[in-house]
């Protein structure tokens, strides 16, 4: 059984440019969340795909846009980043539907991302 | 907005003793909470969950309580090992809102040996 992984695990940009985040979800696992964790903070969430559809978004505006694929991974795209978009941002998969409850969450390393 | 807080920064303990970790939650929607601990340059690993219809869930050294009069959880390590040592976070995630869950900002626990 695979676990998360994630792509890549650093990266620099600088103000203004756009980013692609990527992330395999664990073998079996049909949804995948993504979170933002800045400095001294828990993790927020960001948004959720199931079966390649947007299935619940947080307080983030639409420059954070993302996808699922098929088999199930999924990409995260920042355009027009900020400084305080200098995070770290975990991918989380699991086993759910717009109807089941909560399952838990099984996070990859995350990507740690640096705006200048 | 902080929906699920974790008030205690960090926490010492000595090996073998209990460390006891608080989570305090605004939502009564929430149902189902998570404890997760994060080591650095690793993803949080999941620990233990617990559900509304429960106020103690155990799993080895790891016990989680639900008080949902007082909108409080609490995660028990007995005994405390070195190993221990990392960030933990409480999340917390309402029906309505599936996966999507809320976390804590985390406490730092350092078992000293």
């Known amino acids: 059984e695979t676990g998360v992984t994630q792509s890549p695990t650093h990266l620099i940009k600088t103000r203004g440019q756009q980013v692609t985040l990527r992330c395999s979800s664990q073998?079996?696992?049909?949804?995948v969340s993504w979170y933002q964790q800045a400095l001294g903070q828990g993790p927020q969430f960001i948004f959720q795909?199931?079966?390649?559809?947007?299935?619940g978004r947080g307080n983030f505006p639409p420059r954070f846009s993302g996808l699922q694929f098929p088999n199930y991974s999924s990409e995260l795209n920042v355009n027009a980043l900020e400084l305080d978009d200098s995070a770290l941002y975990l991918c989380?998969?699991?086993?759910?539907?717009?109807?089941?409850?909560?399952?838990?969450?099984?996070f990859g390393a995350g990507s740690r991302l640096t705006v200048l | 907005d902080q929906q699920v807080k974790q008030n205690s920064p960090s926490l010492s303990v000595q090996e073998g003793r209990i460390s006891i970790l608080n989570c305090d939650y605004t939502?009564?929607?929430?149902?189902?909470f998570l404890w997760y601990k994060k080591y650095p340059a690793e993803g949080p690993t999941f620990l233990i969950s617990i559900s509304s219809i429960k106020d103690k869930n155990e799993d080895g050294r790891f016990t989680v309580f639900l008080n949902k009069s007082a909108k409080h959880l609490s995660l028990h390590i007995v005994p405390s090992q070195p190993g221990d040592s990392a960030v933990y976070f409480c999340a917390a995630s309402a029906l309505y809102t599936g996966n999507q869950f809320y976390f804590g900002t985390g406490t730092s626990l350092t078992v000293i040996p």
């Open positions: 939502n009564s929607m929430f149902d189902y």
């Open positions: 795909y199931y079966r390649e559809e947007e299935n």
């Open positions: 073998s079996g696992h049909n949804t």
């Open positions: 989380a998969s699991s086993l759910g539907s717009r109807r089941s409850g909560a399952n838990v969450l099984t």
